[in-house]
Nanobody, 121 residues
Framework: QVQLVESGGGLVQAGGSLRLSCAAS????????MGWYRQAPGKQRELVAT???????NYADSVKGRFAVSRDNAKRTVFLQMNDLKPEDTAVYSC???????????????WGQGTQVTVSS
């Protein structure tokens, strides 16, 4: 069974930094895209950043220049370095794995349980 487990959320003051990690476990042969989405109270879930297994990255305009996404393919782990955090970054951040190839050779998408990031002003 494939699982994604996030860590690294918490409370930080505006201007501070946090680093999120997400590790995929289970029988996995490959993961096409790993990334992060977030959902603030009363808002829809939105893309934060993704990275493909070839290293191609994609960022929301609101986080460009402040956040950096990276992955360790060997460890099936994706990271999100968040700098210069703002109160509007407050949300539940969820890890995603898209195009996960498992034991049955089918492609599936998976989500982590989410981790809270709170930025105080």
């Amino acid at each position: 069974q494939v699982q994604l487990v996030e860590s690294g959320g918490g409370l930080v003051q505006a201007g501070g930094s946090l680093r999120l990690s997400c590790a995929a476990s289970g029988i996995i042969f490959s993961i096409h895209v790993m990334g992060w989405y977030r959902q603030a109270p009363g808002k829809q879930r939105e893309l934060v950043a993704t990275v493909s297994n070839g290293g191609v990255t994609n960022y929301a305009d609101s986080v460009k220049g402040r956040f950096a996404v990276s992955r360790d393919n060997a460890k099936r782990t994706v990271f999100l370095q968040m700098n210069d955090l703002k109160p509007e970054d407050t949300a539940v951040y969820s890890c995603s794995g898209q195009g996960v190839r498992g034991l049955d050779n089918r492609l599936r998408d998976y989500w982590g349980q989410g981790t809270q990031v709170t930025v105080s002003s």
